[in-house]
């Protein structure tokens, strides 16, 4: 298992006088940022979260969960139930961001996204994560530091951060008391402290570290390290690359383009136990685009596959009735699409489109000739 952490009292005077603190404060927040680094007291985005289903460490390896039994209905990505093994995050020191903080590095997953009707937004509204602890012992762990990010960075890494949310746990509790092996995790509703959040790319990353709540929880640098993420795979729900992100050095890493390195482990499947849940976007503005294949006699092709994309490669797809029609509800009008269409009988000159769509189109049509 891998072990990848003199003052002048005037009222002119004493308006300057706050207007340099307030200066002073923002770059000291800018500067931190440009390290990577944030300080809880700057973030304010805490969620609370809580255990649902545990698993021995012992028994992982080839093990279906039984606790979540479901992929939950309203995820957008899931992959908390085929556990084959886990990825540790490591590298626990004082925390740049954070005096008397200990914090590992970060540890992230690409993911790409689904839902209903294949396209962005996502709207975020809870999440689950499937924690490992390596060791022989619990481990108090103060903090999971979760960030998301866009995957526009180095190399196709963590790039524009979209969200830092850090999870407590349910009070009175002071620290996750985290058993050996596998345990998952899920948050409380986002919506009602208003931290829920919409992706707007299919492909995001996902990544968490581990803390000691500036040492109130009481979790030394060597207990931290047995913290890591659950690998699973495959996937339920969504896709994932087998690759994993791991950050160069410790910290909570709430700022965009992370400083670290894109991995596949040998052996190991890279794909982190994450399910991201919430609800698909309203599409009652969508338009309808339509049309018909017909053969060279105007004769409609039957069971044609007509594929729709969109520019961030989210595709939907179709297939022609017996009268070669066929028709996507609910469109996102104002964007450009490339309409394709393929049949094992027939082929197609040209097989696809490129369509503006502003408006209703109901006359996107193809013609093909009998396949020799």
């Known amino acids: 298992m891998a072990n990848f952490y003199s003052m002048r009292r005037t009222a002119p005077f004493l308006m300057l006088l706050c207007a340099l603190l307030a200066s002073c404060a923002l770059s000291a927040l800018g500067q931190r940022a440009s390290r990577g680094q944030t300080n809880e007291a700057f973030e304010g985005r805490v969620a609370t979260a809580y255990p649902i289903a545990h698993f021995p460490m012992g028994v992982q390896a080839g093990k279906t969960a039984t606790a979540p039994d479901v992929v939950d209905p309203n995820s957008f990505y899931s992959n908390i139930t085929n556990f084959t093994g886990s990825l540790v995050n490591g590298g626990a020191a004082a925390d740049p961001g954070q005096a008397g903080n200990t914090i590992t590095r970060l540890l992230a997953d690409d993911l790409m996204l689904m839902n209903v009707i294949g396209m962005p937004p996502y709207n975020v509204t809870q999440y689950r994560f499937a924690v490992a602890n390596v060791g022989a012992a619990n481990v108090p762990v103060g903090r999971f530091r979760t960030r998301f990010w866009l995957t526009d960075g180095a190399n196709g890494g963590p790039g524009t951060l979209i969200t830092l949310i850090s999870l407590s746990p349910v009070a009175p509790a002071t620290s996750f008391s985290v058993a050996p092996g596998i345990t998952i995790f899920e948050t409380a509703d986002l919506t009602p402290s208003g931290l829920n959040f919409s992706v707007t790319s299919r492909n995001i990353w996902a990544g968490i570290a581990f803390d000691n709540n500036g040492g109130g929880s009481g979790a030394t640098a060597a207990q931290l390290n047995n913290m890591g993420m659950a690998v699973a795979d495959p996937v339920d729900r969504g896709t994932s690359a087998d690759l994993s992100f791991l950050t160069t050095t410790n910290g909570a890493f709430g700022a965009s383009n992370p400083p670290g390195t894109i991995s596949d482990t040998p052996g ?87 369509i503006s769509v502003t408006d209703t189109l109901s006359e996107v049509n193809f013609n093909g000739a009998p396949a020799n």
């Open 268 to 354: 190991i499947p890279d794909r982190l136990g994450w399910e991201l849940n919430g609800s698909s976007p309203v599409t009652a503005g969508g338009v309808t685009v339509g049309g018909r294949v017909t053969s060279l006699g105007e004769r409609g092709i039957a069971n044609a596959r007509i594929s729709l994309a969109d520019p961030e490669g989210n595709v939907r797809t179709a297939s022609t009735d017996r009268y070669g029609r066929f028709s996507f509800e609910d469109v996102q009008s104002g964007r450009t699409y490339v309409i394709t269409v393929s049949s094992r009988r027939f082929t197609f000159e040209p097989s696809s489109q490129v």
